[in-house]
């Protein structure tokens, strides 16, 4: 099975930095051989962070809210059409190895929230400070915090290398 | 249609407080004849809101996440099986009249991020410092702390009073 | 807990008999003081069944599709909006104590398949002979024909009836 | 973005020849360099259909019903985890270009019947006279009957063929 890095943030409400830090991610997941994974809409983080990973020749998945592609990303080799409005963020987050959020916003606050109960890795970036303080207390165990995208492999390399024997 | 009042907060996790609040707040959403909804399982703040609405003579409805009912609490007239898992956390909220959480976990964080995606109004009782910071910066306008029951019943009747005409 | 009959049938494509029966259904299932549950949209057998219902003064839940009760009937006491689209018609049946389709089409026949996989009992009133020959193939110990409400009703309540002590 | 076949069949209860013809399909479908889409278990129909794509060097995908992987097929190249259940299969159809249903049984039945309700085209390999019969009633237009893999995958081309201009 494809190792599956998936990557949580705001739509329409995605700030610049969110936006540039989302596609870097992306290119950075395809140069690492996996899979980049969201909620596939043409829009802030999520068109992001697919355009990064296409153009780095990356595999892309969208899990998308609405019933057809209508508002999917361009940059999406695989459309997984729920028709389950945002009930589709648990599944965003129980088929990926490792959650990264990329900025903050309601959807994206409940899929780290989802992450942490179904206990996925979760690594926050470009959050804000009360999120983190937040998330921290929710699971310190499992939240990470990086402070850019080379920050955020490298942990994503640590969280889906296969345990050692007797590690 | 009857107003519903959905109840989140901890299962297994649920502080004492959490529990003697949402038992108090059972009893007082059943003697504004309005219904109780909450995540239906026989553990923590589920449990004890259906405890209060029941024997204040309320209607209750638990929305459960299995496929069937053997984890369901003992207090709930309507059993409402999903078998979606923590998907069902959005349905919780989009049934909601008015979204109370009491206590905080990461079931009920993820229930307050999706009540604020969804524009529903949020009541946050007996929530960490951290909670109130982070879901305020995420919309302020959609969330108000209540300092008891009281206050949060108080806050529900507002919330569904009819809007006046030119009002 | 409450005894919940779902009533399955289509929404628009519904015939005058199919309407007219869930009608009856309705009533009749109100006179047993059961719960009537239902798609809950203004439409065919889900407006027809809740009108029955709530007119012999009984209890109604819509399991409504979209994301809020614009679409909803007006005879629904209980509207749990889902938002998640007909993936809803599982949570339908797994509601139900005892499944009934009346009359047939594209969702009631995913519905009575979902009910099968889930070992519910369903009863078949108005079906096609297709229908019928398909789904007796399918499970013949679950599926019951009934040629009319009151033989529907009497089915109702055998299945919902509590197993004897050494029965 | 990749067009996607979602193949649908009996898990535990497929027949002999039900596996035979999914795993030709498999093949087939990843020869014309198409992914193969299922509800993703190891067994049945699933297993034997993502067998074949992928010993065709085919893309494979499974639509998990539970809440891990424990249960998937060991050919599948991504793993969406859904944790809603039975509620996948309607993610299953529409996240399907065309679905083939392979076989026939109770899953299968709900998915041709979401299918046909989501208006997408379905081909039926290897169903009873009673199943053709009754889908073919409840929408004669977008139900195919293929009397072997090369007939559907000949349907399939014929469907995934984008529109000539003036046609």
Same mark, same amino acid.
């Given at each position: 099975?494809?190792? &599956?890095i998936?990557?949580?943030? %705001?739509?329409? @409400?995605?700030? =610049?930095?969110? $936006? $540039?830090?989302?596609?870097e991610l992306?290119r950075a997941i395809?140069r690492e051989?996996w899979?980049? /994974? ?20 990356? /595999?892309?998945?969208? &899990?998308? %809210? ?7 990303? %361009?940059?999406? #080799? ?5 028709? &389950? ?7 965003? &987050?129980?088929?990926?190895?490792v959650?990264v959020?990329?900025?903050? @916003?309601?959807?994206?606050?409940? =899929? ?8 996925? +890795?979760?690594i926050?970036? #470009?959050? %804000? ?9 929710? #699971?310190? $165990?499992?939240?990470?915090?990086a402070?850019g995208v080379e920050e955020a492999m490298e942990l994503c390399r640590d969280?889906?290398? +296969?345990?050692? +024997?007797?590690?």
């Amino acid at each position: 099975m494809l190792t &599956i890095i998936g990557v949580m943030g %705001p739509g329409e @409400g995605a700030s =610049e930095t969110d $936006r $540039r830090l989302a596609y870097e991610l992306g290119r950075a997941i395809a140069r690492e051989k996996w899979v980049t /994974l969201c909620g596939g809409r043409n829009s802030g983080v999520m068109e992001a962070v697919t355009r990064g990973a296409k153009e780095a020749g990356g /595999l892309t998945i969208g &899990i998308l %809210p609405g019933q057809d592609t209508r508002d999917a990303s %361009p940059y999406l #080799d695989l459309a997984i059409v729920t028709g &389950i409005g945002n009930a589709r963020n648990s599944i965003n &987050i129980l088929s990926s190895h490792v959650v990264v959020a990329c900025g903050m @916003g309601k959807g994206t606050a409940s =899929e780290v929230a989802l992450a942490l109960k179904a206990k996925k +890795p979760v690594i926050l970036l #470009d959050a %804000p400070k009360t999120a983190i303080e937040f998330f921290r207390e929710l #699971d310190a $165990r499992r939240v990470s915090i990086a402070a850019g995208v080379e920050e955020a492999m490298e942990l994503c390399r640590d969280l889906t290398r +296969p345990s050692e +024997p007797g590690a």
